[in-house]
């Protein structure tokens, strides 16, 4: 299997560690072969609780002279625009689930392709739900599209113009633009098998399968079989991690208010329904993946002797290379 391929975004190559959680030498920019597609990180924190330097979770999938959001967070637009992609430009988008840290950022990008009058079409794929979610989201916009400018007289523009809805479901399959789209629910959700909110609600994880790499986004997700088996031989995964006792205490300081049955529900949440390190380093390696990316993270920064313990829980279950990224980085 290929390594794992790093595109400069920031001045500063990718620092990669080896298997015993210590940097190996910095390695320079790998060619963008034809082929292989660019996977930016434009949003790498977890929600809810925000923080000044990263934005909520989002990515950019850059092929083929072609431009895909997978997931938009608040603050996906700013940083579009930071990697030299505007709102109008983009091909489609692919969203994983509809919690809110991973839709923020819908709302505006909906807006600024109209605000720019973008004429090009955008399929939105998503899991079960998202219709109702872009509808909404549409609906919302007429009074801003009504006014528009404020000028007497200004021929109406359809808003709607252009923008389809495709769902996805668990084992679906789809051919985009050249690339093979797979996608398998995951376990960020526990509805009982063949409920009513099963039915309604699936949270997934994509695969991208390009000419020259296979990328897997794992999105938000617990230890999940059907996950490690869409993953299998992968050439990157881009995964979420989370110090959950951590996250749980900054969830309380910043909601001290928060009802008990509330926080117990999120508890649940967390403890079952996100990857630990441990968790995360497992799943890689059983999957047999080439590289690893980290993102949706939330834990202590790396100025921190806390964060070194994540690198070596990470190395001692996965022996091939990683990177918790920042918002920005691209591989």
């Known amino acids: 299997m290929r390594p794992l391929r790093t595109f400069a975004c920031r001045v500063l190559p990718l620092l990669l560690l080896t298997a015993a959680g210590t940097p190996a030498a910095a390695q320079e920019p790998a060619p963008d072969r034809e082929g292989l597609g660019t996977w930016i990180t434009l949003g790498t924190n977890a929600g809810p609780?925000?923080?000044?330097?990263?934005?909520?979770?989002?990515?950019?999938?850059?092929?083929?002279g072609k431009d895909y959001l997978v997931d938009v967070g608040d603050g996906a637009a700013g940083r579009m625009e930071q990697a030299g992609v505007q709102s109008r430009a983009v091909d489609a988008i692919f969203l994983s689930h509809l919690h809110f840290d991973h839709t923020g950022g819908l709302a505006a990008v909906l807006g600024l392709r109209f605000q720019t009058s973008a004429r090009d079409p955008l399929t939105i794929y998503g899991p079960p739900g998202t219709r109702e979610l872009v509808e909404g989201l549409l609906a919302s916009m007429v009074p801003g599209v009504t006014a528009n400018y404020g000028v007497e007289g200004a021929p109406p523009v359809d808003h709607r113009a252009g923008i389809t809805v495709r769902e996805l479901r668990d084992g679906d399959r789809i051919e985009v633009d050249g690339m093979t789209v797979t996608v398998a629910r995951n376990t960020h959700y526990s509805f009982?098998?063949?409920?009513?909110?099963?039915?309604?609600?699936?949270?997934?994880?994509?695969?991208?399968?390009?000419?020259g790499r296979a990328i897997v986004y794992t999105g938000d997700t617990g230890p999940s079989a059907r996950l490690e088996e869409l993953a299998k031989g992968a050439d990157l995964m881009v995964a979420e991690m989370m110090d959950i006792p951590l996250t749980i205490a900054r969830l309380i300081a910043a909601n001290p208010g928060i009802p008990e049955g509330q926080l117990q529900a999120m508890q649940t949440h967390l403890a079952?329904?996100?990857?630990?390190?441990?968790?995360?380093?497992?799943?890689a390696a059983r999957a047999d993946v080439g590289g690893l990316v980290v993102t949706h993270f939330s834990g202590w920064g790396p100025r921190s002797p806390e964060h070194f313990a994540y690198l070596s829980t990470l190395s001692a279950a996965y022996p091939g290379p990683f990177e918790i990224a920042d918002d920005m980085d691209a591989y």
Do not use: I, K, T, Y
């Not at 609780?49 to 083929?64: G, I, W």
């Not at 329904?273 to 497992?282: C, R, T």
């Open 272 to 283: 079952h329904h996100h990857l630990s390190p441990a968790d995360l380093g497992a799943l």
């Open 49 to 64: 609780v925000v923080v000044p330097e990263r934005s909520q979770p989002a990515n950019l999938l850059r092929f083929a």
């Open 192 to 211: 009982p098998e063949g409920s009513a909110m099963a039915q309604r609600f699936q949270s997934l994880s994509l695969r991208f399968d390009l000419p």
